[in-house]
């Protein structure tokens, strides 16, 4: 160890003493090992942001869609009542039904027609719902007698942005039906592209709206489960539905994985192209060092006379081009780190789809310093060999 350290050391001392030779070589090294760790870095989270764009579609992965196939015996148990027994048995909390329905809302330009979704409180995590004001829904919604609304941020605006909470919204039955209800609107969430206006509604109180004689029958439901078991809870889940008397019921995957997006091969292809560079700025720092040994032919012939053994000269040689390397990559991970968590790169990531801001990935600042130090000991390894070659008598006389 001590020796080691004391290589460290010469070679600093050294690095000191050239600085004017490599110091370009080491701002090429500096920028490879920069470009390496953001490429990867930002492709890394470029993929989550649009994993998590995907999510809001098609749930996190892994979300399972259980889909009533067919109406059961006569006097079974509803489709739904069995799906949450089942669940329930299991020890699925992640779950949501889902409802389609449409409303029409009373607005200040007249009576407009909104799609209506009934969901459970897991619905907001399950498909990473933005919220923008107030709240999603929550358990204690189901039994209010002014039925919770969410609304994305069109139907918000056509409303005339009630006050969230306390300022009643009236909504009336089907066509030609007299009947209508007050609703609240506690939250509102971001509105996909277009004028598409549409609510959430808490899947237990969809049968006190306006018109409904009783609850909407339920026949799709989705659950997260962990994404290592999804086959195998798919398939004892379907096995376990298979012969309820409440009639047949389809379990498949309806999230889709990085790997289904192919956003794995784009990974691999940013890893090459970066890669690439970290090859061009080690060729320029191979040339510097090959110079530079050139330059110190008499030095390592003195210390040669001196009785410094060929194996202290290499691992010298070596160790100059491992520590300059080392040092110019911690600085590329640093400008690369702090480039992705400035604001402006954030926001971008957002506005692609990221809903979370995850931490940059570690495993590019490590791929970075390693590859820093592989640059360093593969740029040394040819001049500390020449260096070691070197003739006392030669070096000498030069």
């Known amino acids: ?41 930002g492709g890394s989270m470029l993929s989550g942001a649009l994993q998590q764009s995907q999510e809001q579609w098609t749930g996190r992965h892994a979300t399972l869609q259980i889909f009533s196939m067919g109406e059961g015996s006569e006097g079974a148990p509803p489709a739904d009542e069995v799906v949450l027994q089942e669940l329930e048995q299991m020890g699925i909390t992640q779950r949501t039904r889902v409802v389609n329905d449409q409303l029409r809302i009373q607005t200040p330009s007249g009576v407009r027609y909104t799609e209506a979704m009934g969901v459970d409180p897991a619905y907001g995590a399950m498909f990473r719902v933005q919220m923008q004001q107030g709240r999603w829904l929550a358990d204690s919604d189901q039994q209010r007698l002014a039925p919770a609304l969410v609304v994305n941020e069109a139907l918000y605006e056509v409303l005339g942005r009630p006050e969230l909470g306390t300022e009643p919204v009236t909504v009336y039955g089907p066509r030609g039906a007299e009947d209508s209800a007050q609703m609240i609107v506690v939250g509102v969430v971001e509105s996909s592209e277009g004028d598409w206006l549409q609510a959430y509604i808490p899947a237990g109180a969809m049968g006190s709206l306006p018109g409904r004689d009783e609850a909407p029958m339920v026949s799709d439901f989705r659950v997260w489960v962990p994404a ?37 091969a784009v990974k691999a292809g940013v890893t090459a192209v970066a890669l690439v560079i970290l090859v061009l700025g080690a060729l320029g720092l191979v040339n510097i060092s090959l110079v530079t040994v050139r330059y110190r032919v008499r030095e390592i012939g003195i210390r ?43 926001d971008f990531l957002r506005g692609n789809g990221l809903v979370e801001i995850p931490p940059f990935p570690v495993e590019a600042v490590l791929m970075g310093l390693a590859a820093a130090t592989a640059v360093g000991v593969l740029a040394g390894a040819l001049p500390a060999l020449i260096a070691t070659r070197i003739k006392v008598i030669d070096a000498i006389r030069s």
């Open 1 to 41: 160890m001590t020796g080691l350290i004391a290589s460290i050391v010469e070679a600093y001392g050294e690095l000191r003493v050239n600085k004017g030779r490599i110091l370009l070589s080491l701002i090429g090294v500096a920028f490879s090992v920069f470009a390496l760790t953001l490429v990867m870095g």
């Open 228 to 264: 290592e078991q999804s086959s195998e809870i798919r398939d004892l889940l379907a096995s376990r539905l298979q012969s309820t008397p409440a009639g047949s019921f389809d379990v498949s995957e309806s999230s889709i994985s990085e790997e289904d997006q192919g956003l794995g």
């Open 304 to 346: 040669r006379s001196y009785g410094a053994t060929g194996g202290r000269i290499f691992v010298g040689v070596l160790m100059e081009s491992v520590v300059a390397t080392v040092i110019a990559g911690a600085v590329g991970v640093t400008a690369a780190v702090a480039l992705m968590k400035s604001p402006w790169v954030t």
